[in-house]
């Protein structure tokens, strides 16, 4: 097998700025292993974008995202359709992708050497992906997709100049929680057809968002299902009782939250807006279709302290 060569990718502005040294350690790890590897650092998301493109359609065999789940979201848009072996350097303030993968939420030393490790050792496993078509447009996820409150809170918590991770993500749900309005929903999932208010909607291959809260607690990115999180409507105060159950992922046995599998979902709503992995895809209608072993990705980093 010929030796890889490894590109890594890094958002130099995520993490408040330490994603540029976490890269840096990152590329001299592997690159003391006898790994070419090669630091790509952009100043913009267009910029970000293309790189991704010409990285991927070069010789590099690993592709690496250095930084939070919308830098893993933008360099997956190019590594799916190369097929290009893909893993992650958490540099964000959430790092729920690199998570629910396996990886520790903050990049360190010991992350550096496993990853090293498995690329030096060509370890790589495949996993699922979601497929969303948008206006004719088709975006991978890796991570949750959802409408309604939690998007809201997106939109909000995007807005924002402070705060970190779920510090920034509960401001930004205290926030909104006055203003937010209900929406219907249209929803088919497989041959189930749903048409209700809700007062969120999270679809989930990986099962976190908002910095280690289990929306979807029971995902997985083997199983070549995605798993539905329903939330029906609720009083301010059921929602402040249920939000804290959400980092243990126990707020699925509330009598307002309903749960699903389905290979396949279409969402459709009035003034409503879907995220994918913290990013903003745009208003419904969307359809989302797991795309089992659609990645391969590091292995050998699948231990951390839950």
Same mark, same amino acid.
């Given at each position: 097998?010929?030796?890889?060569?490894? &590109?890594?990718?890094?958002?130099?502005? %995520?993490?408040?700025? +330490? &994603? +540029?040294?976490? &890269?840096?350690? &990152?590329?001299q790890a592997i690159a003391a292993k006898g790994v070419a590897t090669t630091l790509h650092q952009p100043t913009s998301l267009k910029e970000l974008q293309q790189i991704s493109l010409e990285v991927c359609a070069q010789e $590099? $065999? /690993?592709?690496?995202?250095? #930084? #939070?789940?919308?830098?893993v979201h933008q360099v997956l848009q190019a590594v799916i359709p190369a097929g290009v072996i893909f893993g992650i350097i958490p540099a964000g303030t959430g790092n729920d992708i690199a998570w629910s993968l396996g990886?520790? +939420?903050?990049?360190?030393? %010991?992350?550096?050497?496993?990853?090293?490790? $498995?690329?030096h050792g060509n370890q790589s496993s495949m996993i699922d992906a979601s497929l969303i078509t948008h206006d004719e447009e088709q975006i991978w996820s890796l991570g949750v997709i959802s409408a309604g409150f939690d998007s809201a809170i997106n939109e909000r918590a995007n807005r924002m100049t402070f705060g970190r991770g779920t510090t920034r993500y509960i401001v930004a749900l205290l926030a909104e929680m006055r203003p937010f309005k209900l929406h219907h929903y249209e929803v088919i999932m497989d041959d189930k057809r749903l048409s209700s208010s809700a007062l969120l909607i999270a679809v989930g291959n990986g099962g976190c968002y908002g910095g280690g809260m289990r929306i979807c607690p029971n995902a997985s990115m083997t199983d070549g299902l995605l798993d539905i999180t329903w939330v029906d409507k609720a009083p301010r105060r059921t929602i402040l009782r249920i939000f804290p159950k959400i980092f243990s992922g126990?707020? /699925?046995e509330h009598k307002l939250v309903h749960t699903y599998q389905a290979k396949k979902i279409s969402i459709d709503s009035p003034d409503s807006m879907i995220y994918a992995d913290g990013e903003r895809i745009g208003p419904p209608p969307v359809t989302i279709e797991v795309i089992p072993q659609a990645i391969r990705v590091i292995a050998g980093v699948q231990q951390r302290p839950d």
């Open positions: 097998m010929n030796s890889p060569t490894v &590109a890594i990718i890094a958002n130099p502005m %995520a993490g408040n700025g +330490r &994603a +540029r040294k976490i &890269a840096m350690s &990152a590329q $590099s $065999s /690993v592709v690496l995202a250095c #930084g #939070g789940d919308g830098t990886f520790t +939420r903050k990049a360190n030393t %010991a992350l550096f050497d496993q990853l090293a490790d $498995s690329i126990r707020h /699925v």
